[in-house]
């Protein structure tokens, strides 16, 4: 829960940042960019349903995806859980 605030961060930021290198997934409609790695967390950023997903992949603690979801006039930030 610590990276919370990180990931959020990374939502602000991340759109603008061009990333690191970009790679092909099982899903061909579907890329992953590598955006930037600190402190042992690898953040990752790839587009789906319409809007930009972020990730990041930290020793030691359960991941998760940001994203920012629409409601009413303005968005809220949405923390998915993974596996």
């Given amino acids: 829960m610590k990276y919370i605030p990180f990931v959020l961060l990374i939502g602000l930021a991340g759109c603008a940042a061009d ?48 994203t920012q979801q629409q409601s009413g006039k303005t968005t809220v930030p949405e923390e998915i859980p993974t596996p």
Avoid: M, W
Avoid at 29 to 55: A, I, K, M, P, Q
């Fill in 19 to 66: 990333p690191i290198s970009t790679h092909k997934t099982d899903n061909q409609n579907v890329s992953v960019d590598l955006l930037f790695e600190h402190d042992g967390c690898t953040v990752y950023r790839f587009y789906d349903d319409g809007r930009y997903h972020y990730y990041a992949k930290c020793p030691n603690a359960s991941a998760s995806t940001t």
